[in-house]
């Protein structure tokens, strides 16, 4: 409420459209640090970032940190070896980051 003139009286604030959209524009621009379209460019820059993260990890996870071979007949080989050493459940994929093969012992269903 804003103090009017006289003694303990108080008023509302103005009902007008301007007096309104000025307020709200001086309570965005203390909340936001700016206008709104700033905010939403924010928030996209935060989930491109967060994007970029996540594929990141998911390169070293499935690419990366893995034994890479050059055709699919040499992942064979190496999978028949680990079978005949007691490793058995693995499948062979081709890499979409690198080109190459990599071992899986989680299989594509």
Known sequence: MIPA?????????????????????????????GDMSDLFAREDERRDALDAERDEAWRYKSCERKNRYDTRAEAEAVMADCENRGRRGLACYKCEYCGGWHLTSHPWK
């Open 5 to 33: 003139f006289g003694k303990g009286k108080e008023r509302m604030g103005s009902k007008k459209r301007a007096a309104w959209s000025k307020a709200k524009s001086e309570f965005l621009g203390a909340a936001t640090g």
